[in-house]
């Protein structure tokens, strides 16, 4: 996987495919693997060429620096980490795809760099943080302050219910699995992760400022999702000029890797039109 400084970091990236750039935005203390399950297997397939990419300190996204770039971290930081690699990786207009704080990146991106930006896919999105969105980060900030670590297998618990729709909690097969993998995937939050839930704790509400975006625009809600709302997505949607709106059922924040075969439909349909 390559490494490149980048707005005064070094960022870890990998591109996969030919053809039009699509840069894949993950959420908070996500790294950009996450995306090659099911989006960028799709994406390749349909023509594209992808970019994932660790945001910086999170995993091994940060090299040698890593505790410096993250102090302070900001929301403009990580838009314009986003343009870097959107300029390193020949300057776009770039289709960009952004889930949870990511959608907020690529969002913001929109905004400040209309010229990086071809379309908009916005999934999991929201311009403003409604109260239990506060209290949950503000929690989560204070488990790492603390060093509260959690057992793994009440980790996986909770992770399940927060990220799954009830439909496939009620799925005894398939809860089972995302148990299994929540539980071996269960970690503490990492430095970089916890400058991220900074960022989300720092936002204001952009619904005005996002009337100023001109870039196409989808906006993907999961029907189930109580980390994010989809009314908040409908508000995104409803603000930015023209934005489409797609309200995928049965699905949690985890939509993307829930249904994925929809996900990607909606995406490449967006994309095509």
Known sequence: ?????????????????????????????????VWQLHQVPALVAAGYRVATFDSRGVMAGSQGDAAASIAGLTIDDMVGDVAALVEHLGGGPARVVGTSLGAHVAQELALARPDLVRQLVAMAAHARLDPVQRMLTRGEELLHDEKVQLPAPFWAAVNAVLNLSPVTLRDQPKVTDWLDI???????????????????????????????????????????DVMVPAFLGREVADAIPGARYAEVPETGHFGYLERPEEVNRLMLEFFAG
């Open 1 to 33: 996987m390559p490494v490149a400084r980048l707005n005064g970091v070094w960022l870890r990236y990998e591109v996969a495919g030919d053809g039009d750039l699509v840069v894949l935005v993950m959420g908070t203390g996500s790294p950009g693997r």
């Open 182 to 224: 929540l539980e071996l995937t269960a970690t503490p939050t990492t430095a970089g992760g916890r400058a991220e839930l900074g960022v989300s704790a720092q936002l204001g509400d952009r619904r005005e400022a996002y009337r100023a975006i001109t870039v196409p625009t989808l906006v993907i809600a999961f029907a189930d």
